[in-house]
């Protein structure tokens, strides 16, 4: 029988104007009508560019070849470039990442009228439509809320309505919960989930956290630098990274992404070919019947020493309106040379703690005590960009704004050079930072604050939208950082990096700090706010947080 | 029952309209006064205090110019109440000045109490239906303004965090670092209207002639206020529009009303600026009793 297709590429590449390489190189393949197809691979190996092939409008000017079709219910193959607007427009929805930018209008309703808004469609068949899309969906509590009053999550669904209002029969996804909380991340995917299922339009997504995205997809599509390096079910895809790994000699740029129970899997399985777990659910089931048991509780000891203080909030409460306390009567301490990283839910208080540690916000009772300079990296970078290039950004921190002393020029042009080969950014000194990647942004902005000479780091959610190797770079200049002796603590949704890299951890809700302490006790005494590999191999293996702890316990174990 | 600025836009507007238009039909003293002091009842009922406040604050300009300078450089009329430079100040020319401060004074009244019944929404559908463009420029504006604060705090935040913050600096520092912060704004904000543009274009932005949504319905009791409102307000405005509220200031002032065509259409006006206020008096009654 053959292949029931909506979208059909074949031999598509593509070339940016004035580029060396193609960002898109040969791509052949169908997406199925109803499909849920996820598209994965490391940032910058052109998903984007693949995903703007799939609307007319989003096309970008280059120099392409191939062709782009879409296939209709009736069986019409129309050429993507082809597409009368209207149909376009009506038929191929596009979802982007920017929560902020994508919103139109200032009041919910209408913005989900926007799109039938332009399509000329009456007042009322508006309202029915926006009416039906916003219980269908399940967001008529803000109905007619302003968009500036709801959360980031709220938004992005909101732009999600406002596209599935015109009733698409493709909706494309481009990193569509970047952005977003481990929280409302999972709340739009199960709402694309239910999109899928329940009105079987077909779901083009790529991401880059792509263990949260896995067990929603039924093909992945990995790629590499502008190739397609296959398409496959996502428990099928053992044989593609073992093959590959054979090929090249290191793993697959997406490994790092993928779900903590299909990493174990391809590390430790013996076959590989059939049956990758990507879920807690799966993964524990497959170390159950497949996995080593060690009960020998082989307690890693975590030292003990007598630690030096270099921050210290103590009964600190903070409010920003009357009678609605965001921080209650809260005691942290932070030990010298430490990285703790305090995680929480989304209004727990956890960047205005932030703030307060960083002077930024004055609490209205309690002290915070710090040892030495406090900086504060923001969470979004542009927010300290004002100038035209990397190097100049950086000799900004030392424009005198009459509170500290001024440097002579000599200093400034050696420091700001220091910096920039410290953290690798000499390549991109001329170049305007709003044009930096977003690893490369953060490290600059990283830079401009260490320019202030701080022992102590505070940083607002920096693994954000960041990909695995990004995340690792960043790791190690936060290393580097602590070995020279600074102090960092982080605010993060991320515990997979805090399990790998943090020194402690604190759990924060409600205002509070409920419990504080090393990481690896931290990780293994919480039962549901813990990592994947914890509670996946809890009770099988002893005392996993990550995957690596778990690969060595299954490899060095009883395992044969 | 509902109150006055519940109503279905479209039944605001017109009350609206009608009313500027019988306030400025005439220089007349009778509909200026009763366009004046009801504008304030209604205007007091609805804010209180800051009503009075507001409306003072332009009042006292425009009467001292009206009262006291015009009359300096302008002679009609034969009743001089005394020489300046040898050129009469006459009476004629301060009561006519005054009816005229009054009327203007009773539009800005109107307009500020317009302002509680057309709130952004409701002028986004009035406008909407016949510039859907201007409509959406005003919506996305609204929603830019906020998007724009929101940044700017952050900016400040991360400023602060490089140690800079306003409290400890000079003035001449502190407007530098303001201007930088509006720099950073602007800036993320253009970049950002890429993918706004994107957006909208994605959702078939100009394709078609657009049309422009809204949640207001018109309901029975709207077609019954619009018809009370044409009942009071068409006696009136074929008077007034007709000229029938004209009177004369010089040489000699003659304001008598002439005959029960001006008293009938001026009884009407009266009730006519009083329905926002007996509607939601009646409102908040029913209100408190229900509860």
Redesign the interface.
């Known amino acids: 029988m053959k292949e029931d297709s909506i979208l059909e590429f074949h031999q598509v590449s593509f070339r940016y104007p004035g580029a060396e390489k193609d960002a898109l190189c040969d791509l052949s393949f169908s997406v199925r009508r109803s499909e849920f197809l996820v598209v994965a691979g490391e940032s910058g190996c052109g998903k984007s560019t693949l995903l703007s092939h799939m609307k007319k409008n989003h096309i970008p000017f280059g120099k392409g070849s191939g062709s782009m079709t879409y296939i209709s219910g009736w069986g019409d193959r129309i050429e993507i470039e082809e597409m009368e607007d209207l149909e376009s427009v009506s038929k191929i929805g596009f979802v982007g990442q920017d929560t902020d930018g994508q919103v139109v209008s200032d009041k919910v309703w209408h913005e989900l009228s926007f799109g039938l808004e332009n399509l000329g469609t009456p007042n009322d068949v508006m309202r029915r439509r926006t009416a039906e899309i916003a219980e269908f969906l399940g967001i008529k509590e803000i109905y007619e809320k302003n968009v500036s009053e709801i959360s980031g999550g709220e938004r992005q669904l909101v732009v999600l309505a406002s596209v599935m209002a015109m009733n698409p029969e493709i909706l494309i996804l481009d990193e569509p919960i970047n952005q977003l909380s481990p929280r409302a991340a999972r709340e739009f995917m199960n709402v694309l989930r239910q999109i899928n299922r329940e009105l079987s339009t077909t779901i083009i997504l790529s991401e880059q956290r792509l263990s949260s995205v896995f067990p929603y997809a039924d093909r992945v599509l990995v790629m590499e630098a502008g190739r397609m390096i296959d398409i496959l079910p996502p428990s099928q895809l053992g044989g593609l990274f073992e093959t590959y790994k054979k090929e090249h000699g290191k793993n697959l740029a997406i490994f790092g992404a993928i779900p903590a129970a299909s990493r174990i899997f391809l590390e430790t399985a013996k076959n590989k070919e059939e049956g990758m777990p990507v879920s807690v659910r799966e993964g524990r089931s497959w170390l159950q019947k497949e996995g080593p048991r060690i009960f020998a509780q082989q307690k890693k000891q975590e030292e003990v020493k007598k630690e030096r203080l270099a921050l210290e909030a103590r009964e600190l409460s903070f409010s920003y309106e009357k009678d609605v306390k965001v921080l209650k009567k809260l005691n942290l301490k932070v030990y010298e040379k430490s990285f703790l990283a305090i995680m929480g839910g989304n209004g727990s208080g956890k960047t205005t703690l932030l703030k307060c540690l960083a002077g930024i916000l004055k609490p209205k009772v309690g002290k915070v005590k710090a040892v030495g300079n406090v900086a504060y990296l923001p969470q979004n970078p542009r927010s300290l960009f004002t100038e035209i290039n990397a190097e100049e950004e950086l000799a900004e921190v030392f424009v005198s704004y009459g509170t500290g002393e001024s440097l002579k020029q000599e200093e400034i042009i050696k420091r700001v050079n220091q910096m920039l080969s410290d953290l690798e950014l000499e390549d991109c000194r001329k170049q305007h930072p709003y044009d930096l990647s977003g690893g490369q942004a953060q490290r600059l902005a990283l830079g401009k604050i260490l320019l202030t000479d701080p022992n102590i780091l505070l940083l607002d959610e920096p693994t954000k939208g960041l990909d695995a190797a990004r995340k690792k770079t960043l790791a190690e200049l936060l290393g580097r950082l602590q070995a020279q002796g600074k102090t960092i603590v982080m605010v993060s949704h991320d515990m997979e990096f805090a399990a790998e890299y943090a020194s402690h951890c604190a759990f924060m809700f409600q205002g509070d700090i409920v419990t504080a302490a090393k990481k690896r006790s931290f990780f293994l005494e919480n039962l549901f706010f813990t990592t994947e590999t914890a509670i996946m191999t809890k009770g099988i293996l002893p005392d996993c947080i990550t995957v690596e702890d778990a690969v060595s316990a299954i490899l060095g174990g009883a395992y044969e | 029952m509902q109150k006055f600025k519940d109503y279905h836009p479209v039944v605001n507007f017109i009350y609206i309209l009608i009313a500027l238009i019988l306030s400025m039909c005439a220089i007349n003293p009778y509909t200026a006064g009763l366009s004046l002091s009801l504008a304030l009842v209604y205007g007091g009922y609805l804010y209180r205090g800051k009503f009075f406040k507001g409306m003072a604050v332009l009042a006292i300009p425009i009467l001292v110019s009206s009262l006291l300078i015009i009359p300096l450089f302008s002679h009609n009329g034969v009743t001089a109440l005394f020489y300046i430079n040898d050129l009469p100040v006459t009476l004629e020319m301060i009561f006519f000045d005054g009816v005229t401060a009054c009327m203007v004074l009773g539009v800005i009244a109107w307009f500020y109490v317009a302002s509680s019944m057309i709130d952004t929404?409701k002028f986004l559908y009035l406008f909407g239906r016949i510039l859907?463009t201007v409509a959406?420029v005003l919506?996305?504006a609204?929603?830019m303004l906020?998007?724009f604060v929101?940044?700017y705090k952050?900016?400040g935040?991360?400023?602060?965090?490089?140690?800079?913050?306003p409290k400890?600096?000079?003035l001449w520092?502190?407007s530098?670092?303001a201007v930088?912060k509006l720099?950073?704004v602007v800036?993320?904000s253009l970049?950002?209207?890429?993918?706004?543009t994107?957006?909208?274009?994605?959702?078939?932005?100009?394709?078609?002639?657009?049309?422009?949504?809204?949640?207001f319905k018109f309901g029975r009791s709207d077609g019954r206020m619009g018809l009370i409102l044409a009942v009071l307000g068409a006696y009136p405005l074929v008077v007034g529009l007709g000229g029938g509220f004209q009177v004369q200031y010089f040489p000699e002032i003659h304001v008598k009303l002439e005959g029960e065509r001006q008293l009938l259409a001026l009884i009407l006006m009266g009730f006519f600026f009083l329905v926002p206020m007996i509607v939601d008096v009646i409102a908040e009654e029913k209100e408190r009793r229900a509860s």
Do not use: F
Request: avoid cysteine; charged fraction near 35%.
């Open positions: 929404e859907p959406l919506s996305m609204l929603r906020p998007l929101k940044r952050e900016v935040d991360a400023q602060k965090g490089l140690g800079r913050d400890d600096m000079s520092a502190r530098r670092l930088k720099s950073i800036s993320w970049e950002n209207s890429m993918n706004t994107i957006s909208m274009e994605s959702r078939g932005y100009g394709l078609k002639k657009r049309t422009s949504a809204h949640l």
